[in-house]
Every structure is written in structure tokens, then in C-alpha cells.
């Protein structure tokens, strides 16, 4: 086999195609026989909370997990917590998260390319009060997580109270305020992200990044995230990390090029497909579309930014 299509074969199977794979709605053994918790998953890197570490078509993770899930409208996601970060961006529907001190509750509501970033030991969960199904991006802060740690789950706990996260009556639920002065809502406040509110930074290469987790968004631990706007016609050179990264594509399409001495690999991503880019290897990305394209970039280091991009 020649080096061209080693090179080939290896970008290849570096990446995650949406339509190549299939959402498993086993993922979570927690939530057999408990049809309230329904939920599916699609695994991209790593298992992201799922024990099903061996599936062949999932990518191996470093720093960091990366999977989508379907919450169908009406599910929630019992109160839990981690020994590391997790985060929530929505891509479709809206979402209800809660974050729990003892039998307190504040929930917050998030639409479309917003994120919640979960501190690690804090108690969360989920819940899908909407019209239309909620599909979310999540990432956890280890490439092997430990299993949840569950707080109010059904199978010991009433249906209703693991419903509210644990909040025993309506006054011990509170609506996520991001001016209030209450510690536990600042608190959350720093680690909710709202799209809206993103001012993007217009760099050399002609692209914007838009901060989410970093310097000016969610505090990092372990990892951090940009939301980057590609405007149709951009390209960046090729570029190299001591850490990996990963490009999950939201809309429009790009070109992804590897570079290998004098050799160049281009594939096409389009929407929610996913690469993962190795440590060490030179890599690009480029918008020969018709219309500007928008992708989550995942880098495996709480440090800023060191990679100064190029215009190619």
C-alpha cells in the first residue's frame, strides 16, 4: 500500500459521519424500565457517559468525549453529577436544566447554540418541556468518565420528585435569573452561554470565533470550545496542535485537508458530521460553499488559544 493511500485510509478513520450512523436508545442502563427517562444517543468520540466504550464506529477519545442526544419531548434525564465537566449545546428544541442544591432547584431554559458547561460534583439534569424533540451536543471532560453519581432517580425516589430534580414543591424550584445577586444563580451564570450574547472576534484568516468555553465564556477545565463562522470563500494554511481537535459541523459544509510531507487529503463535512484532527498532525479547514458555514471547534487544553491562524 502506498503512503498516499495509507494517509487516505488513516484521515478516514478519523471521521464521524451523521448519516453513517445510527442513535441508540440503550445507551444509559440507568434508565431501563424507567420509560420517563427515554433518551438515544449517537456516539462520536469516546462513550460520553455510555459503559458502551467498545462500539467500533466510535472514535477513541483523549481529553475529552464527544456524542449527540435525543431527548423526546416530555423525557428528563434524572438528577446527577460528575467527577469531571460536562456540557449541554443545544441544537434543536429547548431545554431544561436544573441545577440542584440540596432540595433547591434553579432551572434554566436554553434554545438553539446555547450551552450550559456542568461543574464537575454539582448535581444536574434535564428535562424536555417543549413542542419538538431536543438534540444537544455534550461533551465530557474525560476520555474515560467514571459512571454518574445518581442524587434523585426514580428507581428509589417518586417519578414526580425525580421529575423536579429533587425539589419537593413548586417554591423550591427557581427560574434562572443571570443579574440575580443569590450566590448559586451566579454561580450558574457563569457557566451558562447564550448565542445571543457571543460577540465574535474577527481574526487574520477572515473567520470569527465565537467564545464558549475559555477565556470570555464558561470556565474551562480540561478542554475548551469555540463556535467558529466560516463565511463562504475562507480558508486557514494548515496548522499544528500539541493536543487534538475537533471540528463538529452545525451548518453549511467545509473542507477538512490533512498534510503529510508533500502530500495534501481533503474530505467534505457537512452538517453533524464530526473530525477529530490527532495531535501533531498539520491540518486545515476551508468554505468553498455557497453559504457561511458554522462548526464547533473542540480543543483538548484549558490553555488559550496558541495557534495563530493564517489565511491560506
Known amino acids: 500500500m502506498s503512503h498516499a493511500v495509507?494517509?487516505?485510509?488513516?484521515?478516514?478513520?478519523?471521521?464521524?459521519?451523521?448519516?453513517?450512523?445510527?442513535?441508540?436508545?440503550?445507551a444509559f442502563p440507568g434508565s431501563r424500565g424507567f420509560p420517563d427517562l427515554q433518551r438515544a444517543q449517537m456516539r462520536y468520540v469516546?462513550?460520553?457517559?455510555?459503559?458502551?466504550?467498545?462500539?467500533?464506529?466510535?472514535?477513541?477519545?483523549?481529553?475529552?468525549?464527544?456524542?449527540?442526544?435525543?431527548k423526546p419531548v416530555g423525557k428528563f434525564a434524572a438528577s446527577h453529577s460528575h467527577e469531571v465537566v460536562e456540557h449541554f449545546m443545544v441544537l434543536q428544541g429547548v431545554l431544561t436544566v436544573g441545577w440542584v442544591w440540596g432540595d433547591e432547584v434553579i432551572e434554566a431554559k436554553l434554545g438553539p447554540k446555547d450551552m450550559v458547561l456542568n461543574s464537575f460534583g454539582r448535581p444536574h439534569g434535564f428535562r424536555n418541556d417543549g413542542i419538538e424533540p431536543v438534540l444537544m451536543q455534550i461533551t465530557v471532560g474525560s476520555g474515560t468518565p467514571l459512571a454518574p453519581v445518581y442524587v434523585c432517580h426514580p428507581k428509589n425516589k417518586d417519578l414526580e420528585l425525580a421529575r423536579?430534580?429533587?425539589?419537593p414543591t413548586p417554591d423550591k424550584v427557581h427560574?434562572?435569573?443571570?443579574?440575580?445577586?443569590?450566590?448559586?444563580?451566579?454561580?450558574?451564570a457563569r457557566h451558562v452561554v447564550r448565542y445571543r450574547d457571543r460577540t465574535p472576534f474577527?481574526?487574520?484568516?477572515?473567520?470569527?470565533?465565537?467564545t464558549y468555553i475559555g477565556e470570555g465564556g464558561a470556565p474551562p477545565q480540561g478542554y475548551r470550545m469555540d463556535l467558529v463562522h466560516l463565511p463562504a470563500g475562507k480558508a486557514v494554511a494548515p496548522y499544528v496542535r500539541d493536543v487534538e481537535d475537533v471540528y463538529f459541523v452545525i451548518e453549511g459544509s467545509i473542507a477538512v485537508g490533512w498534510v503529510d510531507d508533500d502530500r495534501i487529503v481533503e474530505k467534505r463535512l457537512g452538517a453533524r458530521d464530526l473530525i477529530f484532527n490527532p495531535a501533531g498532525r498539520a491540518h486545515y479547514f476551508r468554505n468553498d460553499g455557497p453559504t457561511d458555514a458554522q462548526f464547533t471547534m473542540v480543543v483538548g487544553s484549558a490553555q488559550p488559544e496558541?495557534?495563530?491562524?493564517?489565511?491560506?
Open 202 to 210: 474577527w481574526n487574520d484568516a477572515g473567520f470569527a470565533t465565537m
Open 6 to 26: 495509507d494517509v487516505v485510509r488513516n484521515m478516514q478513520n478519523f471521521i464521524g459521519r451523521y448519516t453513517e450512523k445510527s442513535f441508540d436508545w440503550d
Open 175 to 188: 427560574a434562572f435569573h443571570a443579574d440575580s445577586p443569590d450566590f448559586r444563580q451566579q454561580e450558574l
Open 46 to 70: 469516546g462513550a460520553g457517559g455510555s459503559p458502551k466504550s467498545n462500539d467500533p464506529s466510535t472514535l477513541k477519545a483523549e481529553h475529552f468525549t464527544f456524542s449527540l442526544v435525543n
Open 164 to 167: 423536579t430534580f429533587g425539589a
Open 306 to 312: 496558541t495557534v495563530a491562524f493564517r489565511p491560506a
